[in-house]
């Protein structure tokens, strides 16, 4: 079974903190995404990766970048967190062709104060 | 960008009853997806159905392509098919790039 964690379950930061969410994936999966789930918006991609050290935007980039140093990490960081990024954020990972299941993480929920 | 539509938005069902969620979407996909979040937030998903019809256990799944159209049928629904559902597209080469739907709100009372 393919199985995706993430570091918090639960996070409280205060604005202005650097906040790091950590993804990891056990199948070696090229490619690995970070979504932002809000009520009325559903989810919405933030960054992707197909490779180590490859990432590319997603449709809402803005006030988060990226670290994928191995394969099976994927890092998403928030420089200056801002209380409108107090969200549900999901990681998910996918493998090649044919097998383009997206399998998600259990989910951070981040409250930024 | 490709629209996702989901409906109906809400559903509420009787445990044991059947039903069909629809998706619809705007252009030409070649990877098309179902998941399930369940009330504690986890996104599992449900069917891999670019195209035809899969079954797997009560749930089964038919994506028409060429009229651009999905559907999920529950049948016999349990309470812990409670949760969202939601369909999720991506258009051909957009390199494993879901766009999601806004999902069917689900509850199975018993």
């Known amino acids: 079974d393919v199985k995706v964690t993430q570091s918090s379950r639960y996070l409280v930061k205060r604005t202005g903190e650097k906040v790091f969410l950590e993804c990891v994936q056990d199948?070696?999966?090229?490619?690995m995404f970070w979504y932002r789930q809000d009520p009325g918006l559903g989810l919405r991609l933030i960054y992707f990766?197909?490779?180590?050290?490859?990432?590319e935007k997603g449709d809402i980039p803005e006030g988060y970048s990226v670290s994928r140093e191995k394969k099976e990490r994927f890092s998403l960081i928030l420089e200056s967190a801002s209380t409108n990024q107090t969200s549900m954020y999901l990681c998910?990972?996918?493998?090649?062709?044919?097998?383009?299941?997206?399998?998600f993480g259990p989910g951070t929920r981040l409250t930024v104060l | 960008g490709i629209q996702v539509e989901q409906s109906p938005p809400d559903l509420i069902l009787q445990e044991g009853a059947n039903s069909t969620l629809r998706c619809n979407f705007s252009?030409?996909?070649?990877?098309l997806q179902w998941f399930h979040q369940n009330p504690w937030g986890q996104l599992i998903n449900l069917f891999y159905?670019?195209?035809g019809t899969k079954q797997n256990g009560r749930l089964s799944a038919t994506t028409v392509a060429t009229e651009r159209y999905s559907l999920l049928y529950i049948s016999s629904s349990q309470t812990t098919d409670s949760g969202v559902y939601f369909c999720?597209?991506?258009?051909?080469?957009?390199?494993?790039?879901?766009?999601f739907g806004g999902g069917t709100r689900v509850l199975v009372k018993p």
């Open positions: 998910a990972s996918t493998g090649p062709p044919p097998t383009d299941t997206q399998y």
């Open positions: 990766s197909y490779d180590v050290k490859m990432k």
């Open positions: 252009d030409s996909v070649n990877n």
């Open positions: 999720a597209v991506e258009r051909w080469a957009a390199g494993n790039k879901l766009t």
């Open positions: 199948m070696d999966h090229e490619n």
């Open positions: 159905i670019p195209s």
